[in-house]
């Protein structure tokens, strides 16, 4: 029997407000949607002081 990596079921993405579903195969914190949209501050920040 193989064993496929799975996330716990439920969870729910925590971009605010957002209230989408995550996929047991998805091992991101946000959905699809607000995944790409979820930047880290650092990043951010790294973009500003050009
Ligand atoms: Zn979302």
Redesign the pocket.
């Known amino acids: 029997m193989k064993k496929i990596k799975t996330s716990l079921k439920g969870r729910k ?3 605010p407000l ?1 209230k ?1 579903i995550l996929s047991i195969y998805n091992h991101e914190l ?6 790409n949209q979820a930047v880290p501050e650092r990043h951010l920040a790294a973009a500003k002081s050009k």
């Open positions: 993405c925590k971009f957002c989408h946000y959905c699809h949607v607000h995944l």
